[in-house]
Each structure stands twice: as C-alpha cells, then as structure tokens.
C-alpha cells in the first residue's frame, strides 16, 4: 500500500486554472519592432536568381512581339514578394532596358479617390499615351511591386487596376513587371476577369 501511494504522490497534478487570456499580447511596439526585424531579413537568393531569370527571358520575347509586354508574378501572401522584386533589381542590368521605373509606395494611399493620378504621378506617366509604339525604342522598365495597393475593396476602389490595364495594353513601348500574392489575384479575377487580360503569368515557388 505504501508504494501505492508513493507512485500515485509521483502524478499528483497542481490543479489546472483557467483564465480569460491563456497569452498575454505583446506591446505594440513589440510587434513592430519584430516586424521591421522580419522584412530587413535577406531573400532568398533562389527566389532572386529565379525572378532575373524569368525576367531576362520575357524582356527577350517583348522585343520579339512588343504585345508581350507584361509579367505577373504571384506568391503565397507570407512571402515578402515585393521585397524579392525590388532585390532582384538592384545591380541588376539587361541590354534591353535602360530605365526602371519603380513604384515607391510603401503602402496604399489615403486619399484613394485619387489614385489614377497619384500612379501617373509616382510612374512618371501621362494621363493620355506620350509615347510612340512603332517607334522601335522598347527599353523602359516599369515595376509594380505590390499590385494590392493599388486597389481597394469598394465601389471605386478598381480605377487604378482599370488604368494599369488599359496602359499596359496601349504602350507597347513599356514593358511592365507586376507582383501580386495569389490570393489577391484570385479575388481580382473573379470580380474583374483579370486573367482574361494578364496572360504572362509566373508562381514565385521555391
């Protein structure tokens, strides 16, 4: 009976109390400690290797038919996609293209009734087509790290994606890098068709 009790005394549990927050929250300033910490980690060189690479091959097919003149490229929404971009672009260089334009916005703007003129404006495009697309001169490089924000869920929140569009569509002149996270493209395409217009589409997958 003793080494009865004394094995049952071995799993005696201290009795289990609940409480309202099983994890205490972390300081706000915490989090965005831990965040800037996260995005200033390097990138993958795969990924980088990978996206030069797609991008030299369809910079070489525009210059064959300028219609091409279009790259998505899309990722899981836990990959730092626009940082990967913007990455692969520095020291970066292709016989083909002697501009980049890169779209700078860190996060999508306040005041998005104005969108379509804060693009012209941040790209350096007119609002009507500027440039000559017989004129044999392809070697401008537009980038779009991050396509979510030039949207917003709302009833006018598409006059930046309908812009991005009917350009890439008009100036052949310009070849347009656009990244996107899978999911976003899904919900663009399925209240806006946009696959019906983006053909060049590539999965960022390691």
């Known amino acids: ?38 995005q200033a980690l390097p990138c993958h060189p795969k990924y980088v290797k990978i996206l030069q690479s797609t991008l030299e091959e369809a910079l070489c097919q525009w210059q064959d038919n300028p219609e091409d003149n279009e ?42 009734l104005k969108i379509v003129s804060k693009l012209q404006n941040d790209l350096g495009l007119s609002a009507k087509l500027d440039v000559d697309c017989h004129s044999g001169k392809f070697q401008e490089l537009v980038v779009i790290p991050c396509l979510e ?36 493209w899904q919900y663009l395409d399925y209240i806006y068709n946009i696959d019906s217009y983006f053909k060049k589409l590539y999965y960022c997958r390691l």
Not at 83 to 112: C, G, H, M, Y
Not at 150 to 171: A, K, P, T
Request: charged content about 20%; proline content about 3%.
């Open 149 to 184: 924000f030039c949207f917003l869920r709302h009833i006018h929140g598409l006059d930046g994606i309908e812009f991005l569009r009917n350009r890439i569509f008009q100036d052949h002149s310009r070849f347009w890098l656009i990244g996107c996270n899978s999911s976003t």
């Open 1 to 38: 009976m003793q080494i009865f009790d004394r094995l049952k005394s071995l799993f005696i549990k201290v009795p289990f109390q609940e409480t309202d927050n099983e994890f205490d929250e972390l300081p706000k300033n915490v989090i965005s400690s831990l965040n800037q910490q996260i």
């Open 71 to 112: 790259l998505v490229i899309l990722s899981s929404s836990i990959e730092p996609l626009s940082q990967i971009i913007q990455t692969a672009l520095v020291n970066w260089s292709d016989e083909n293209i002697r501009n980049i334009k890169l779209l700078s916005w860190s996060n999508r703007p306040k005041d998005f």
